[in-house]
């Protein structure tokens, strides 16, 4: 089970928590992602109790970076001492180092990724995009592989004995009576796995909607609801509904989660149906929006 949980917080916005937004993915047990880190002390120590170990910065607006200081020393204050691990645009490790001016002692290191680049985190895999904001401004997509099926008929015909078969399709590889066998021998070709899709504060652009293709779920910014509002959007560099709606359906996305609405904005499910003529699957984001993927047929794992 993979488990993700979107959780955005606007100002000032009816019905919401009272803090700028900040989305944190959950994704596996064993890593767990913060995208933009400008959220409150109350959801700063929810973060916490659940464990961060990734922290991902799309682009160094205030409403995107500024809450780092603190969720830094709330970090330290929760008695970690492992390294952190952050991801953002050039200069990410100068734009932290000035703001944690006012967070100068933490117990712990930070080890910074400054995209684009691809990074793998203990089989996730994790890839940027850049975008058109008036700053340099990344998208970012998640995808976690799925090794091919394990093939019996093969590995019994390799003359293997059954009780290197799990160790060979875990760790990759063998050795028995002197020879070496590797997964390719026995491993079926790669099965479909889960990729997401994170996407805010852009206009569209073209190489967005391979970006994101076949993504389970796409997080995409929706900064105004009515189509009316398109020069509107051109000039503050963001999308209407309509847009992002067209990039899921181009690309052939699963599901489209908006946000990043404007605060005048304070009815966004009002304007939706601009999204949902496009590309039905769409939802309008609230706080603690929260859901669980499962690799297909997991049921139906072979050996």
């Not at 700028?20 to 120590?45: H, N, T, W």
């Not at 890839?127 to 799925?146: K, W």
């Not at 929260?290 to 072979?302: I, N, P, Q, R, W």
Request: contains cysteine.
């Amino acid at each position: 089970m993979i488990p993700l949980s979107s959780k955005l917080f606007m100002i000032p916005a009816p019905n919401r928590g009272n803090f700028p937004y900040c989305y944190c993915m959950f994704i596996r047990d064993d890593i767990r992602v913060l995208i933009d880190s400008s959220c409150g002390k109350e959801q700063a120590e929810e973060l916490i109790a659940k464990g961060t170990d990734v922290l991902i910065n799309t682009h160094f607006h205030a409403d995107h970076i500024s809450g780092l200081p603190g969720l830094l020393l709330t970090i330290g204050n929760a008695g970690r001492t492992e390294p952190l691990h952050m991801i953002g645009p050039e200069g990410l490790g100068r734009v932290v180092g000035c703001l944690c001016v006012i967070a100068p002692e933490l117990p712990f290191s930070l080890e910074f990724h400054e995209v684009p680049a691809e990074i793998a985190l203990t089989g996730l895999m994790i890839r940027s995009l850049p975008l058109a904001h008036r700053i340099p401004c990344y998208a970012y997509s998640f995808e976690l592989g799925r090794i091919g099926r394990f093939d019996v008929e093969r590995a019994t015909a390799l003359g293997l004995p059954k009780k290197l078969w799990s160790v060979l399709q875990k760790s990759g590889e063998a050795v028995y009576e002197g020879r070496k066998y590797t997964a390719d021998m026995v491993l079926g070709a790669p099965r479909k796995g889960i990729k997401i899709t994170y996407c805010t504060d852009t206009r569209p652009v073209d190489s967005m909607t391979e970006f994101a293709r076949q993504s389970d779920l796409l997080i995409c910014e929706g900064m105004y609801g009515d189509n009316g509002l398109r020069e509107k959007a051109i000039h503050h560099r963001h999308m209407i509904f309509s847009e992002s709606a067209a990039i899921a359906s181009a690309a052939g996305v699963k599901e489209l989660w908006l946000t990043h609405f404007s605060p005048a904005m304070t009815d966004p499910e009002q304007f939706v149906s601009y999204a949902t003529d496009i590309f039905p699957n769409t939802r309008v984001a609230h706080d603690r929006f929260s859901k669980s993927f499962s690799f297909e047929d997991v049921l139906d794992t072979g050996y």
